[in-house]
């Protein structure tokens, strides 16, 4: 799988969009990227998934540019309630053959 | 709620005890995933089962061991415990096939606290 790096912590006020963007240099081909986002105490969510260009659901974006090589988790009007940690994971187009690692994440505080 | 049921919910045992996490997968998931996390420490991967066979191995101590059962359940066994191991254990299920498959759905996890 490939390593991914992201920002340890970032702070955003409520209402704010909010972007997370993580590292993932040596992604291979068939790599796609994925974030969950987890609560204290409470086990993982998905959140989106995308491959290239723009994934979007209803609950966020994720950009992804040409090379690949980076990703943004955009996060619309953030509340109170998506003080969380958000996790990249970059992996084949078969989780079931492969470790699902999650790295360190990126804790996220919403301020009121 | 994820589908994935994970029991007990808490555990409070001595150190050199053992202890047995069962986790039941979504229905029609052949693959299952633990993962132990200590406090305020990321996910640590320890195995994973694709239909009753080990498919992946991370971190795992020696003193744990798991297995995947015919109807898919799983345990996760941990033994001699050490105050160290207290944590909070994740299991995750996912559909596993050979195709598209990379969202995994995660139980409410079991806190172990070992004294």
């Known amino acids: 799988l490939a390593k991914t790096t992201q920002p340890i912590s970032m702070d955003s006020y409520e209402g704010q969009e909010v972007n997370i963007t993580c590292s993932h240099n040596n992604i291979a081909t068939n790599d796609y990227i994925t974030w969950y986002q987890q609560f204290p105490s409470q086990g993982p969510r998905f959140i989106i998934q995308g491959y290239k260009t723009k994934v979007t659901n209803e609950v966020a974006s994720l950009f992804i540019p040409a090379d690949r090589k980076s990703s943004t988790l955009s996060l619309p009007r953030v509340s109170l309630s998506d003080t969380a940690v958000y996790y990249c994971l970059v992996g084949g187009a078969n989780f079931g053959n492969e470790k699902l690692t999650f790295g360190t994440g990126t804790r996220l505080t919403i301020i009121p | 709620d994820s589908g994935v049921t994970q029991t007990p919910k808490h555990l409070i045992t001595a150190t050199g005890q053992r202890v047995t996490l069962r986790c039941s997968p979504r229905?029609?998931?052949?693959?299952v995933y633990w993962y132990q996390q200590s406090l305020d420490q990321g996910l640590q991967f320890l195995i994973q089962?694709?239909?009753?066979?080990?498919?992946a191995k991370g971190n795992i101590l020696e003193r744990f061991s798991a297995q995947q059962f015919p109807d898919l359940h799983s345990e996760l066994n941990l033994s001699s415990l050490e105050l160290g191991d207290s944590a909070l254990y994740f299991c995750?299920?996912?559909?596993?096939?050979?195709?598209?498959?990379?969202?995994?759905?995660f139980g409410q996890g079991t806190r172990l606290t070992v004294v």
């Open positions: 229905s029609g998931d052949l693959s």
């Open positions: 089962y694709y239909n009753g066979e080990e498919r």
């Open positions: 995750a299920s996912s559909v596993g096939e050979d195709r598209w498959d990379t969202e995994a759905f």
